[in-house]
């Protein structure tokens, strides 16, 4: 699965409520932050399972994450704007 494809699912299970417009999504802006979120959301899942754990650099990829689902809850809304009112 490439990066693309594993950020959009793993935003898809962080936030349920969007699944269908992520899954559906076919914007080129939407596709970095995808990627971005693949690479952080990994990231955290490797501190996590650390030994001892590095619980400054676990928070700060915790904001990290929340910053791109926010991101991205952004440009979907703007994505589904209307374009004449």
Same mark, same amino acid.
């Given at each position: 699965?490439?990066?693309?494809?594993?950020?959009?699912?793993? =935003?898809?299970?962080s936030l349920p409520r969007h699944r269908k417009q992520l899954r559906d999504a076919r914007d080129h802006r939407l596709y970095g %932050?995808?990627?971005e979120y693949a690479r952080a959301s990994s990231k955290l899942a490797d501190l996590q399972r650390? =030994?001892?754990?590095?619980?400054?650099?676990?928070?700060?990829?915790q904001?990290?994450?929340?910053d791109?689902?926010?991101?991205? %809850?952004?440009?979907?809304?703007k994505l589904n704007e209307p374009l004449f009112y």
């Open positions: 699965m490439g990066l693309m494809q594993l950020g959009r699912a793993r =935003l898809a299970l %932050l995808f990627e650390e =030994l001892p754990r590095r619980e400054a650099l676990i928070a700060n990829y904001q990290t994450c929340l791109l689902q926010a991101d991205v %809850l952004v440009l979907l809304g």
